[in-house]
């Protein structure tokens, strides 16, 4: 996301490249071209004006350090202003009353329905909460049917009423039958429309007005980018909503919506959405945000998803096996299976720093491990626990059952021994033995 933002900025620092100092001159001209940047990637232009006019103010009132070179000082000031702009700090979800009514607002397809079922998964995995999901959208019998498939997926029943078409009725019904199955958390799912209408606002608000809820969000299209931006002002002038959840962000190489939306209505960014699967949902962190578009990548989200991931005991276990020099393709295939767990390959790649650039042009599918786990689902039960028995034969047949060559199924073992060896060497402290035996050079 934001590739297009990233390089232009990228181009537009290159001015001040090796500059001895920051000067009146060459700031307007890079401040110009940082502007010219937002524009192109769909910023509002009174924002994208603004903001450039603050970053020129700061940066040549700046007491430059003789360490720091004017282009890093200027890097520095845009990334806390980016950050500022989409606003400064992350803001929590509220979760109030008995039961916490969530309502959810939007236009058709700007993807409600499915963050309606990503954000009930979140907040029973992750808050331990009981929600209910409400089928709120009766003209579209598709959404009730996506909302009972979505609520299969993520473990969490869904509230419908066959043949009740006031949305109102339903909302208000679903909040007593909440109440009578003691679930904590209410998530109402409400009608798009391809437009901003009178009926449809006149509708959200109705609903809003009668279930009380004590957190609205506006879902909205990051793709849509400016348009995006007009509808959430839209509806936030009629509905006052309490946050916004930018969806499709991975597909948005431009990030207009991202940088120019709280400004303009003034509501928090809340959370984005990356990708279809149902635990591709995270809470909208500006300062991480400006990381990734200044191409700095994101570690603390990625150690976050791993933590997340991760399992002490597990761990241990994992420790002692490989100490013993007993780790085999179960354990292996396990490992795969807990990266996948954390998202997109191409997604956790870019939030490494400089490797997000570097990957920019690359495509990397998510189906990276799909030949490793045929060829260790080709195993047997004993080749995967005693990997040294695989020999030439076994080989062959296991090569045969994956549809791959000989030449992969040796590579696959190869890499295996490879990541044993250095994980037994790390597990037995074995980095700072190699330290100890290294030659020490004479005074």
């Known amino acids: 996301m934001f590739e297009n933002l990233t390089d232009k900025l990228e181009r537009s620092f290159k001015v001040l490249k090796g500059e001895g100092k920051i000067t009146e001159i060459n700031v307007a001209e890079t401040v110009k071209e940082i502007r010219r940047a937002l524009i192109d990637a769909d910023v509002n232009y009174k924002v994208a004006k603004s903001f450039t006019d603050e970053v020129k103010q700061k940066a040549l009132g700046a007491n430059v350090l003789t360490a720091v070179k004017p282009g890093q000082m200027l890097t520095k000031i845009v990334h806390d202003e980016l950050a500022a702009l989409m606003g400064g700090t992350s803001t929590d979800i509220k979760l109030e009353g008995t039961p916490a009514v969530i309502l959810i607002a939007g236009l058709q397809g700007s993807g409600k329905t499915t963050f309606s079922g990503k954000l009930a998964l979140q907040l029973r995995e992750k808050r331990h909460r009981s929600v209910l999901l409400v089928a709120g959208d009766v003209y579209r019998p ?208 870019s939030m490494i720093p400089g490797v997000g650039r570097a990957l920019k042009d690359v495509e990397i599918s998510d189906d990276i491990f799909k030949q490793t786990e045929a060829i260790i689902g080709s195993m047997t039960p004993e080749e995967r626990a005693k990997p040294s028995i695989i020999n030439a034969s076994r080989r062959e047949r296991i090569a045969r059952g994956s549809g791959v060559t000989i030449g992969d199924v040796n590579r696959l073992m190869k890499q295996f021994e490879e990541s044993r060896k250095m994980m037994k060497m790390v597990a037995g402290g074995g980095m700072k033995q190699m330290m100890r035996n290294m030659p020490r050079r004479r005074r």
């Open 142 to 349: 598709a959404a009730i049917d996506q909302l009972k498939i979505l609520g299969q997926q993520v473990g969490v029943e869904v509230y419908t009423e066959d043949g009740n078409t006031n949305p109102v009725e339903i909302a208000e019904n679903a909040i007593k039958y909440a109440r009578s199955k003691s679930i904590n958390t209410v998530i109402v799912d409400t009608a798009g429309r391809l437009a901003v209408d009178e009926a449809m606002m006149q509708e959200i608000t109705a609903i809003k007005a009668a279930v009380n809820p004590c957190e609205t969000l506006f879902v909205v299209d990051s793709m849509t980018g400016q348009d995006a931006v007009n509808t959430a002002k839209e509806f936030n002038d009629r509905l006052d909503f309490d946050g916004v959840v930018l969806t499709k962000l991975d597909g948005d190489t431009r990030g207009g919506a991202a940088i120019s939306i709280r400004t303009v209505v003034d509501k928090p960014i809340k959370f984005m959405s990356l990708g279809e699967k149902m635990d591709a949902l995270q809470v909208f962190h500006p300062e991480r945000m400006a990381d990734r578009i200044l191409g700095m990548g994101d570690v603390v989200s990625l150690v976050e998803r791993a933590q997340e991931q991760y399992d002490e005991q597990a761990a241990r276990r994992l420790k002692k096996k490989i100490y013993k020099d007993e780790f085999d393709f179960n354990d292996f295939i396990d490992q795969i299976a807990q990266i996948k767990k954390m998202g997109g390959m191409k997604d956790l790649m």
